[in-house]
């Protein structure tokens, strides 16, 4: 890149902010949970690579920061994504079985209002042109999105059950090594099926039955326990690519890029719709509080 994108630029700045919010949520928490965050990092950058080297199937812009082919910016962003998704699902009603195909599902909401846009953006490039499948995007990128959620998130989950030491210390190091193996093994099976009929319906069955089944469960959402994290990631990547991509124009090459964006971004509003409400509330009550003692001061 011969001159600073500020396109790329932006992005780096939004992630990095996003990732000190849940940083300093994490850090609240205990050792352990800062841990996870950063174990989600490392996922992220070690998935990248490896899903180069193992299907050479896309790269990526030169960001300011680069480890090899690969963004830094792009491993926190994962790490971030998932962080926010754990903690939005934690507080569901859903049993833990199905809480990392709710992760998952969300994980994909962002991803379809940012894939598209990012490669008008230049962020990244599969090489097949803005016409090709989901306007320049393959479908297998939306099955990857969501096994990389799911495979993290499960196998983070499932570890940390393991007793003392382990299951606080060892469990991030296990999700690492079991995501990863688990994203290389369904990118070589939805690859390597020849029928384009069966490739395409084996996606659409896999995302339909997860979505099937989190609607099915009907999961409950207590505001109140909802830390300000769990929605501003989400809401902060569907804003940026929505602002990025009228400033530039990208989103409207075609127009359908705007509409999904804003149905993707009303689903996670309404997703968080309670969190948001209450914080709304609870800054204007102590708002309100303030102005009142100082009145009385």
């Known amino acids: 890149m011969s001159s600073l994108n500020l396109y790329f630029l932006g992005f780096e700045i939004l992630v990095l902010v996003l990732f000190l919010v849940c940083l300093q949520n994490a850090w609240q928490r205990s050792s352990p949970v800062v841990w996870q965050l950063f ?39 994962w790490g971030t994504i998932i962080y926010s998704v754990r903690g939005f699902s934690d507080k569901t009603s859903l049993p833990e079985w199905a809480r990392p195909v709710l992760d998952g599902l969300m994980g ?107 609607l099915a469960l009907r999961p409950k959402v207590p505001a109140r326990s909802l830390a300000a994290f769990v929605f501003l990631v989400p809401l902060g990547f569907h804003a940026y690519f929505l602002i990025a991509g009228l400033v530039s124009g990208a989103i409207l090459n075609p127009p359908f890029l705007l509409v999904v964006s804003i149905v993707m971004s009303i689903i996670a509003l309404g997703l968080h719709r309670g969190a948001l409400n209450y914080w709304y509330r609870s800054n204007k009550e102590s708002k309100t509080e303030k102005v009142s003692n100082q009145t009385t001061d």
């Not at 803005?130 to 393959?138: L, M, S």
Request: charged share 10%.
């Open 39 to 77: 174990a989600g990092v490392i996922f992220g950058l070690l998935l990248e690579w490896a899903t180069i080297q193992q299907l050479d199937a896309y790269e990526y812009g030169s960001f300011l920061v680069m480890l090899g082919p690969v963004p830094v910016v792009v491993g926190v962003a």
């Open 108 to 214: 994909l909401n962002i991803d379809l209002s940012m894939d598209a846009v990012a490669i008008r953006l230049g962020m990244w490039d599969w090489g097949k042109g803005f016409d090709h499948q989901y306007f320049g995007v393959p479908y297998n990128n939306f099955w990857a999105w969501f096994w990389v959620v799911f495979f993290f998130s499960a196998s983070l989950r499932l570890l940390s059950k393991l007793p003392g030491f382990w299951g606080r210390w060892f469990s991030p190091a296990g999700a690492i090594i079991c995501g990863t193996a688990g994203v290389l093994i369904t990118n070589e099976l939805i690859t390597n099926i020849p029928n384009d009929l069966i490739h395409y319906a084996t996606i659409v069955a896999v995302l339909g039955s997860a979505l099937l089944l989190i």
